[in-house]
């Protein structure tokens, strides 16, 4: 049998063989309402068929169940030719294990024409390797509307991720409507980079947003990056940021990747970043932490605000410190948890429970991993394996190359967890993150094409087994498995790339 095209990996080996469960043209589907209804739409999808929730459509019954107790996001799959069973421990295990099926779903090579599908006879036993499985969407350099959001919550809930951070502010945009500071969308949110048009989500679109990933079992993680990044929040309140830092390295990058030089006052549509701050000396400035992330606490469900750190290039290490421990502790006091880049890791006084996200790469450079070593818990997002917005390939427009060159899929997928930071194991790794930063990208069509198919192998890296300890998990498998999603990927409208070094899969 050829192997299943199941990313990420499962927990446990899959044991299959037997005859298949050969779809009905309406298959009769039981149990658990949410469940029922996310199998109805792959089913939809991937088969352009219909489920039936009547008792007497033919052939065998597919069946979710809730049976908690398990481990948390876990679930079974019993697929025999007579029934299949979905069993989650929770209603996130029972929605990844609707996903799983989503996967084996397949066409009958043997039925009448071909027209017909199975799911074959396996058993699976899953669950994830780590609590937090996260993409980032940068919404400040380019601006996405709702439904493209919304489309990326699909894809990324359909591999098993749970966290969508969203990056909501940068030089080159402010992207959430705030009551408390209505100037920064007034007067901050109209440009984006190249020139492009900017925009905003408003109050109530972000929060359906939130809620359009709860039901898909994602938590928002909203990110507003202070000191630095800030050069949008002077178009709105000019009094709160510095003027910009023209180093060798901002100049540098003006004339690599044009554009003019950043301006006190005028909306930045540039690459360069780490020339802007807010002024760190000034009281009014933590009124203004107080009142963006109070009004951002009460606009997000969730557990974590992330408050950014990174490249704040421009600003004397010790005023970095001292602020990094305030706004971590203003967003303590508001009961979130905060995250923040690794750079962060610099005060020494953060608020105890921030969790770091190290960016550096998958062999750490000087410096870098001893920063990250001083958070309790980290989130991994190396660089030069899991940054979608890296290359693809040397000849694409798309994406930048200043991780270590072009990603390829392989080394996207060739890094273990575990061994990233020296004396930093499984107990101290949140999870893995991959984030899009989108300088390069402006649409669904981009963002398809940079995470796609390398998206993948970050899930695999946030949710299955360690390196090497089960025979799925090694490149040579994930090759072949992912290459069996591209008929899955194609019907659900996902415009991913075919890299090379792959065997693509056609129905
Ligand atoms: C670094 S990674 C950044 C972003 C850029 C990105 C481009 C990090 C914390 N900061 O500001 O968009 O590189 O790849």
Redesign the pocket.
């Known amino acids: 049998m050829t192997l299943l095209p199941l990313v990420p990996a499962p927990a446990s080996p899959v044991a299959a063989g037997g005859a298949p469960f050969v779809l009905p043209p309406a298959p009769a589907v039981r149990g658990d309402a949410p469940a029922v209804a996310a199998f109805g739409r792959v089913l939809a999808a991937r088969t352009g068929g219909t489920a039936s929730t009547g008792e007497n459509a033919g052939g065998g019954v597919i069946e979710f169940r809730l049976e908690r107790g398990g481990a948390p996001e876990s679930y079974r799959i019993r697929v025999d030719g007579g029934s299949v069973t979905v069993t989650g421990a929770d209603a996130a295990g029972l929605f990844y294990g609707v996903q799983t099926l989503g996967q084996l779903l397949r066409r009958d090579g043997t039925a009448e024409g071909g027209k017909g599908w199975v799911i074959p006879a396996v058993e699976i036993i899953d669950a994830p390797r780590f609590p937090y499985r996260g993409v980032m969407l940068?919404a400040a350099?380019h601006f996405f509307p709702v439904e493209t959001v919304k489309a990326y919550i699909d894809r990324a809930s359909s591999l098993k991720f749970n966290v969508l951070h969203l990056h909501l502010t940068?030089d080159q945009g402010w992207r959430l409507q705030l009551r408390s500071r209505p100037l920064l969308t007034e007067r901050a949110a109209a440009t984006a980079v190249g020139g492009d048009p900017g925009g905003f989500y408003t109050r109530d679109e972000y929060r359906e947003l939130v809620s359009y990933a709860a039901e898909r079992h994602m938590e928002i993680v909203p990110e507003i990056d202070v000191p630095g990044?800030t050069h949008a929040v002077g178009l709105a309140y000019p009094e709160l940021v510095a003027d910009p830092v023209l180093s060798p390295e901002v100049l540098a990058a003006v004339s690599m990747f044009g554009g003019d030089e950043p301006a006190r006052g005028v909306p930045y549509d540039g690459l360069a970043?780490g020339f802007s701050s807010l002024r760190m000396n000034d009281e009014t400035v933590y009124d203004f932490l107080a009142d963006v992330f109070g009004e951002l606490a009460g606009l997000t469900p969730g557990r974590y605000l992330h408050i950014g750190g990174?490249?704040a290039l421009g600003t004397p290490p010790e005023e970095f410190a001292e602020f990094m421990r305030r706004a971590s502790s203003i967003v303590a006091d508001l009961g979130k948890v905060p995250v923040a880049?690794h750079e962060a890791g610099a005060a020494r006084l953060l608020d105890d429970a921030t969790v770091g996200q190290y960016?550096g790469y998958v062999t750490p450079q000087e410096g870098a991993a001893d920063l990250a070593r001083r958070f309790d818990q980290l989130i991994l997002s190396p660089?030069d394996a899991v940054?979608l917005?890296?290359k693809f390939d040397a000849g694409s427009p798309l994406g930048?190359t200043?991780?270590n060159g072009v990603t390829t899929l392989e080394r996207a997928y060739t890094w273990e967890p575990a061994e990233v930071i020296a004396g930093i194991d499984d107990d101290a790794i949140l999870g893995v993150e991959a984030?899009l930063?989108t300088?390069t990208a402006r649409d669904l069509g981009d963002i398809d094409a940079l995470a796609f198919p390398r998206i993948a192998a970050a899930a695999e890296a946030a949710w299955s087994p360690r390196s090497g300890t089960t025979p799925l998990r090694t490149w040579e498998s994930f090759r072949d498995r992912v290459g069996g999603l591209a008929p899955l990927w194609t019907a659900l409208g996902i415009g991913f790339t075919p890299l090379p070094g792959v065997e693509w899969q056609h129905d």
């Open positions: 940068d350099r940068d990044h970043v990174d490249e880049w960016w660089a940054y917005d890296m930048l200043w991780a984030p930063w300088e």
